[in-house]
């Protein structure tokens, strides 16, 4: 088996263990004689699947089944900026810009109501993260993404939004660190960064707010409370996508859980911007303030695009692979989501350094 060390910010490496899994379980599930793609949603096997992977996200949330609701739905979270606002989008709802997935949440809740922009780093292309909010506490809603994975900014604090629902896009970090997930009424994240492939959207949503706030008068389909009340099986869910996120979970716990997870993370992206802050200025990190780095994606560029585009191919050459930046931003981009291995990070490092001399 030959893997290269995968950088790609998404769809991105998952662990070889879940793969090995998703091998077997293509072939024949659980001794059924049939691939999990193969298999009604409705058959034991699948509900039980779905009950089980349900169960450990918010036991790994450490959030009650009481309380909140895990669904799995298709159109990735870009889906969920139109849901979102939608459903609870009223009068007004606050939005925090931290750049372009934030910009195209934004960009849906204009079209239901009224947005504010409670505070935005646009002014600077996003290389850092707003530190103060004009939070409006009649908003039907408080909107963020936690990681931005393009620019490598993160909000490392949950913000105080007092009694408004706080809603956030965890796409490019859910799972790599310890948060206090019960601060939050809803949750979304596309599975094809940090927990599986692509093909199903995370949501965790708190039930009481749908109860009390969500909107009347949408399609059956675009309703959370129609999947709350179908167990997310309200049509034909992700099935296999579902089956890769439950063993990237399992992973996840056999690795120790989310505080060792997040203890790998530090370390790893620790290890990349050593390498870029000791390096003399041959690389420099996009993000200045060491409080707003990212540890999914690191961004950072060289002299000039064509030494970055040298730095890029000769990486690739290297089985360094998916280094390129966004291409709205350029630059290079390490994503390190949990899955990627420290000796990958380890062998970027001394490629970095060689590179340099
Ligand atoms: C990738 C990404 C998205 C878009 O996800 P889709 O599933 O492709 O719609 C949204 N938000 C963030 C933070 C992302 O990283």
Redesign the pocket.
Known sequence: MNRVHNFS??PATLPVAVLNAAKQACVDYNGCGMSVMEMSHRSKEIVSLFDETKANILRLMNLSADDYSVLFLG?????QFAMIPLNFLKTSADYINTGV?SK?AIAEGKLVGNVNVAASSADKNFNYIPKEFSFDSNADYVHY?T????YGTRVKDIPNVGNVPLVC????DLFSRDMDFSKFDLIYA?A??NIGP?GA?LVVIKKSWVEKSEKDGNMTMLKYSTHIQADTMFNTPPVFPVFVINETLKWIESEGGLEAIEKKNNHKAGLLYDAIDNSNGFYKATVADKNDRSTMNVTFNLESEEKEAEFIKKADSLDMSGLKGHRSVGGVRASIYNACPLESVEALVKFMDDFRS
């Open positions: 910010a998404g159109g990735g979270a870009s889906m997935w195209k993404t990681n931005n994975t393009i896009d965890m796409s490019s596309g094809q960064k692509s959207t």
